[in-house]
DNA sequence: GCGTGATTACTCGGATACAAGATGTCCGAGTTTGAGCGG
DNA sequence: CCGCTCAAACTCGGACATCTTGTATCCGAGTAATCACGC
């Protein structure tokens, strides 16, 4: 159990939209070569980040992926739920008859992991790095 | 990224030890049988309980695993860090200068949850259910 | 009756197979911009 | 100077290849308890 690449280079990707160019679409070339990561891929992860409704696809020539127009109330939760998916980390597999008490135990850890990646906003990040 | 099927059988064998022989070794077979998997995935399980120290294998006839004294103070963190590892869940993959502040955000969630996790003992789940 | 060896019931660990998901690449189709060309 | 066409620069989405990890099985080796046998 890892967070997987793509959630990290989707959060790097964010915060540099927010810094950088919080209006102007951004081609996938100019994304990838910031990162240092391969187009094909990154694009794949940027169309999840569309699905999800974080950013704008601009297609045609100087086209590329905007930002919405709420970017400031992007969280950390909402980019890893685009990407790693909305389900819930722990699921039991057994059906002894009541609820799994196990279950709840390690949801309720899960929500609190969630609390604080909700709480935290990519421009709140973009700010702080700014600051320094 | 989610908590492995391993984990969820590490969990329920632990409770039902605790519930069930706090004292007495158990035999594959008789967990394998209870939990309805089979007998060889369970045994690479319980390899890692014991070499995290959470339970004790006894060899030869009449044996199986048994629980260790200090059982009352077993959380289900110690659990999930000996099936799932106790790597931290994200780890930045780019080398910009500075530390990564992403990561820290990441991390910082990440403590929350094992901290809930911590709190909570196999023990003291099973009292809980006992108790119904 | 007592010791010795064989049998039995276990764990332990390595080798292996399989499936799923993450990672990474390629390419054809659609869309918009902008430049070039002809009237 | 205006409008039309065409090429270029993009995204979009599917198809595919590869690698890692989780899931699962099998089997031989080692170990402890118990039983049988012989003295």
């Known amino acids: 159990m890892k967070f997987s690449q793509a959630t990290d280079n989707a959060l790097h990707v964010m915060l540099y939209l927010v810094m950088e160019a919080p209006d102007k679409p951004v081609s996938v070339q100019i994304l990838a070569e910031k990162l240092g990561v391969s187009q094909t891929y990154l694009s794949k992860m940027l169309t999840k980040l569309v699905k999800a409704g974080l950013i704008h696809s601009v297609s045609g020539a100087n086209g590329g992926y905007r930002l919405k127009r709420n970017y400031e109330e992007i969280s950390f939760l909402d980019v890893i739920h685009a990407i790693e ?8 597999s057994f059906n002894h008859g009541r609820e799994c008490l196990i279950q709840q135990v390690v949801m309720d850890a899960e929500r609190q992991m969630e609390q604080a990646l909700k709480a935290k906003t ?3 990040l973009a700010k702080q790095m700014k600051g320094v």
Do not use: A, D, M
Not at 85 to 92: A, D, M, P, Q, R
């Open 85 to 92: 998916g909305t389900t819930s980390l722990f699921e039991c």
């Open 122 to 124: 990519i421009y709140e």
